[in-house]
């Protein structure tokens, strides 16, 4: 299995920055795109952010130009740099993952991988 944890997340002013990390373990042979999704109370879980592993880059349209979204492929590791924060940001925050596998027999699999998500906490 392929499994993901988030770390970073807190509590932060208006106008203020984080970074999480999402760290990715398993026999992972490929994470061709990894995101981070949000959630707020009473909301859907939505995109945030997307990677390729080619380094391409989507973000919601609420985010552009504030959040940076990158990945360490040596460390399998995602980031989320968020800068001027505002309370509308507030939420829940997942990683995602979605590439190939290796199995216990060695056989190759696809897999979606999501972490249990951190908190973030932005006060206005």
């Not at 997307?50 to 609420?62: E, K, L, Q, R, V």
């Not at 829940?92 to 190759?108: D, E, I, K, P, S």
């Amino acid at each position: 299995q392929v499994q993901l944890v988030e770390s970073g997340g807190g509590l932060a002013q208006a106008g203020g920055s984080l970074r999480l990390s999402c760290a990715a373990s398993g026999s992972i042979l490929s994470m061709h795109v990894m995101g981070w999704y949000r959630q707020a109370p009473g909301k859907q879980r939505d995109l945030v952010a997307h990677i390729t592993s080619g380094g391409s880059t989507n973000y919601a349209d609420s985010v552009k130009g504030r959040f940076t979204i990158s990945r360490d492929n040596a460390k399998n590791t995602l980031y989320l740099q968020m800068n001027s924060l505002k309370h509308e940001d507030t939420a829940v925050y997942f990683c995602n993952a979605v590439g190939q596998m290796r199995t216990r027999l060695g056989w190759t699999k696809d897999y979606t991988a999501w972490g249990q998500g951190t908190q973030v906490t932005v006060s206005s």
